[in-house]
């Protein structure tokens, strides 16, 4: 979706939300067994949808079921109860209508750039030929045509990160599901990441849901984002809290960072994740005193 300059964002967003749902979560639960016999429910009742052309996160603190769902919508693992609709079907195993990217470097090591992206296109049946020249195209997109014959320890992280993102969207993704994929970059090349992605998902047909832990990550880049709370004895499972408009236009700027709508955004979600974290519920640390006596920081 292309903005239109004077468009006011709420007017955008409402737009936006009247697109059709490509992924539909219904009420899904995800519940593992333990090793005594007993089981934990990492996730329970989720339920929202992302529409077409709409950049969605999802943030929550270590522990809510992040990777959880997303596995679950990537066909990795069934749900326990509940379950996910692609473009109003119900889900069925793993396949190309959704593209995965992780935080961990997942690119085959012993194949090229240029035959790490053809390698879904081949396996799909695509001639060798027609793989190339799309492949091309996608090694085009995310900037690297320089780099389509090199091996994958020869790249930057956030180089790999974006032939991850090529391999992904050459199978034609309906959606693209991310895992705290700029997780282990140094800040400078997140922020890098951050820009490219918005830019490619402005270029492409694109629908992405981006998990990630990261505030200012999660906000700078969404239209909406669905906030998870971890387990509490009062709620004993992953859920959602709220699903936060974000009140920015776009194209989005760095400058957006300091505006007043932004740390707004900020501090609604954060008062949203840290509301339970009170300091009774740090556990104290032993006093093992390693210091000299005269030397104690004042
Ligand atoms: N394969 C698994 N087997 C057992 N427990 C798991 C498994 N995967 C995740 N869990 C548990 O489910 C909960 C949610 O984990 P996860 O989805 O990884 O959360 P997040 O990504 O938000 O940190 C945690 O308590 C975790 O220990
Ligand atoms: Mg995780």
Not at 137 to 143: A, E, H, N, P, T
Not at 269 to 277: A, S
């Amino acid at each position: 979706m292309t903005d239109v300059p004077n468009e006011s964002i709420s007017s955008r967003l409402a737009k936006l939300k009247s697109q059709p749902v490509v992924l539909g979560i219904d009420n899904l639960g995800k519940t593992y067994p333990r090793p005594d016999g007993s089981t934990t429910t990492a996730l329970a009742k989720v339920s929202f949808s992302v529409h077409r052309r709409e950049f969605m996160t999802v943030i929550g603190p270590s522990g809510c079921g992040k990777s959880s769902l997303i596995r679950i919508l990537a066909g990795l693992e069934d749900a326990t109860s509940g379950q996910m609709l692609l473009d109003g079907k119900p889900d069925s195993g793993p396949c190309p209508d959704r593209g995965m990217v992780f935080q961990g470097y997942t690119l085959f090591p012993w194949l090229t750039v240029l035959k790490n992206v053809m390698f879904g296109l081949k396996m799909g049946g695509m001639g060798f030929d027609q793989a190339r020249s799309e492949a091309l195209q996608w090694i085009d997109l995310v900037g690297l045509t320089k780099f389509a014959d090199v091996y994958p320890h020869q790249l930057s992280g956030g180089m790999k990160q974006r032939v991850a993102i090529a391999r992904a969207l050459a199978n034609k993704p309906r959606i693209l599901l991310m895992d705290e994929p700029f997780g282990a970059l140094d800040a400078q090349t997140r922020a890098q990441m951050q820009a490219y992605l918005l830019q490619i998902w402005q270029n492409v047909n694109l629908t992405v849901l981006f998990i990630t832990h990261d505030l200012d990550e999660a906000i700078y880049l969404a239209d909406r984002i669905a906030v998870l709370g971890a387990p509490t004895p009062d709620i004993p499972h992953g859920h959602l809290q709220e699903i936060i408009d974000v009140p920015l236009a776009r194209p989005r700027t760095p400058e957006q960072f300091t505006s007043e709508p932004f740390l707004a955004t900020k501090r609604r979600i954060e008062g949203l994740i840290h509301k339970r974290v009170v300091p009774t519920m740090v556990e104290p640390l032993p006093m093992i005193k390693l210091t000299q006596v005269g030397d104690e920081v004042v």
